[in-house]
């Protein structure tokens, strides 16, 4: 892809085609060796959280072990970082807008990489923990104040595309890399290390960042909208505790029953305060626009839907084909081979088609991939089957986390690139720890496992095909016939 301009952080004033010109890719502009730099920096942050999501999976009977931690006490190690990570993405996306997006990038970092030695050091379950929850404080910030940093530093058009799918492989590339490398650490050295690898990759980047990175915020300095800050937050650390304590133990307990309703009430709360005050959290004119409202439902569903499918998967390769954690790495890191060429395609394939029917596209490539899952037997071909399935279904997959980022954030001005990317973050993070609890636990409590796996892996495909349907009619991505268009302004919400 030839690249041939240096970004800004001003907006693209490219005109909008007119209706009936056929789109052109446009070249991708040329990046500065700062602006490389730059999106080195974003991007080792962004791929280093990614791969806190994975990286424990494998070694946690291990943790378990040696910690003196019981077996329903292990999905505490995935909840103590996916509470924090989930429920304060919306109010440090809005901080970095008021108060400084590299600042609070910076704190973020220095916090995860702090709680990742805290975690690697860990002498009881209590301050493992500890070390998990902050690591999640800190990738809360990290997450949104970083998208926001990449989208205001590279303009909209081909240089935030280029941008943003090399953020979005390394995203996808970063839950693979890590399942496999939590494998092979565990293995080699021991379950501490995985936490150890994260706290180097911390040390690594947090030294360049200040160097490198602009600091950003909005022109005015509103207050804080702490009602809806106070809401939203408590709703959506409500709503994630009920759903991956369900994913454990169903949903008839109480706790999981009381949090559930708390968070749904909080969360409607939230939309309530919103719409009285005088500078929310959220704007709901912005959740009005096309473009945010059915690219966040795209992006729901594709990172819930893949991230069910490999949860699923990684039983049945273990528990019915009897392959090693480490063999069922390996399957996964063919995927994370695939993802990555994706990631080299997605940026032309949006220059040609537009973001919102690369969107549609890449949600129907996943379902309909998806569709040939179910076949999965207990022979050595399911194994061929299954490494060729998730891949292409994650490259699909990676499509639609690029093209769905594209469609939210484009078009907004820089000012309210933290609330747009905390959006698509908290949309993310929230996709990540839905999907298993919700088709993942007929799995795990189907008397025979692979009819389980069968039975989840269906209702998988048909929900992400009925969300391209859904999408593709919310975008209107379809021209009337004849009109020889091909969606050339993919991102601008109307």
């Known amino acids: 892809m030839a690249i041939d301009t240096t970004p800004t952080s001003a907006p693209s004033s490219t005109p909008a085609p007119v209706a009936g010109q056929q789109a052109v890719a446009r070249p991708a502009p040329r990046l500065s060796p700062r602006d490389r730099l730059v999106l080195f920096v974003l991007c080792a942050a962004q791929f280093m959280v990614a791969l806190d ?21 292990l999905q505490w190690a995935v909840t103590a970082f996916a509470l924090p990570s989930g429920g304060f993405l919306l109010l440090f996306g809005r901080m970095g807008d008021l108060y400084g997006r590299r600042r609070l990038f910076l704190a973020g970092l220095a916090l995860f990489g702090a709680a990742s030695l805290l975690a690697t050091l860990a002498w009881d379950p209590a301050s493992f923990l500890a070390g998990r929850a902050l690591q999640g404080l800190g990738a809360a910030a990290i997450v949104p104040t970083g998208m926001s940093l990449l989208t205001t530093t590279f303009p909209e058009g081909p240089a935030r595309d280029r941008a943003l799918g090399i953020s979005g492989t390394l995203l996808s590339l970063g839950f693979t890399v890590g399942m496999v490398a939590g494998g092979v650490l565990t293995d080699l050295l021991s379950w501490r290390s995985t936490m ?16 490198l990175l602009p600091e950003s915020r909005t022109p005015e300095r509103p207050r804080l909208d702490v009602p809806g800050a106070v809401t939203v937050t408590g709703g959506l ?10 994913a454990e133990h169903g949903f008839g ?15 409607a709360a939230f939309v309530a ?38 949860f699923v998967l990684t ?3 273990q528990e019915v084909l009897h392959l090693s954690a480490f063999e069922t790495g390996l399957v996964f890191g063919v995927q994370g081979v695939l993802s990555v060429v994706a990631g080299t395609f997605a940026p032309r394939v949006i220059g040609r088609f537009g973001a919102r029917r690369t969107l549609v596209g890449a949600l129907a490539g996943q379902g309909a ?80 496992l ?45």
């Open 273 to 310: 305060v919103e719409s009285r005050s005088a500078a929310p959290l959220v704007s709901l004119p912005m959740l009005r626009r096309r473009t945010v409202a059915w690219g966040n439902l795209g992006g729901l569903v594709t990172f819930s839907m893949m991230s069910t499918v490999v």
């Open 369 to 448: 991939v998806g569709l040939s899952l179910p076949a999965l037997g207990e022979g050595g071909w399911s194994v061929v089957l299954a490494t060729a399935a998730v891949s292409l279904a994650s490259m699909c997959h990676l499509g639609a986390i690029i093209s769905y980022g594209l469609t939210v954030t484009s078009g907004v001005p820089d000012e309210e690139q933290g609330l747009a990317t905390g959006l698509v973050t908290s949309t993310q993070q929230v996709g990540i720890t839905v999907g298993i609890p919700l088709l993942g636990v007929l799995a795990t409590t189907a008397t025979d």
């Open 315 to 317: 039983l049945y390769l």
């Open 253 to 267: 307990r109480a706790d999981v029953l009381v949090t559930l309703a708390a968070g749904l009430l909080l969360l």
């Open 196 to 211: 150890g690898l994260l706290a180097l990759f911390a040390l690594v980047v947090l030294p360049l960042a200040p160097r």
């Open 450 to 494: 692979r009819s389980g796996v069968r039975t989840v892996l269906v209702l998988d495909a048909a929900i992400v095909l009925a969300a391209a349907v859904l999408v593709a009619v919310g975008l209107r991505v379809n021209r009337p016939a004849g009109s020889g268009t091909v969606e050339a302004e993919p991102l601008r919400a109307r």
């Open 237 to 246: 650390l409500s709503l994630i505790y009920a759903l991956t304590t369900a």
């Open 53 to 73: 999501f994975s990286v424990l999976n494998v070694a946690l009977p291990v943790l378990g072990a040696d910690l003196g931690m019981s077996t329903s006490a």
